[in-house]
């Protein structure tokens, strides 16, 4: 979106929350999330780092893997599990 306060915006999130975020992770991974740019003829703004889209690539396809892994170990353990068509009337 250009900048952090317009992403924060979208997200319904308070500018200092969404900046506090990302401060903590740039401290943790140990490289900038966003490039900042200032002032200048279209006012200043920031992007996402190359580094950044990376980790957010490889974090949705860990959401993606967990989900898939979720769904497996549903089938696996729930799928045959009827216990109204299990129960004799007697339990």
Not at 25 to 31: C, D, I, L, T
Not at 68 to 79: H, K, R
Request: glycine share 10%.
């Amino acid at each position: 979106l250009g900048s952090l306060r317009a992403a924060a915006q979208h997200l319904g999130m308070a500018y200092t929350k969404a900046f506090s975020m990302v401060k903590r992770a740039e401290r943790e991974f140990g490289f900038a999330m966003t490039q900042r740019t200032i002032g200048g003829k279209g006012g200043g703004g920031s992007t996402i780092t190359p580094q950044a889209k990376e980790l957010l690539m490889r974090y949705q396809a860990y959401r993606t893997a967990c989900g898939q892994s979720a769904q497996d170990l549903y089938n696996t353990y729930f799928s045959t599990f009827h216990p109204e068509k299990d129960l004799s009337p007697e339990q």
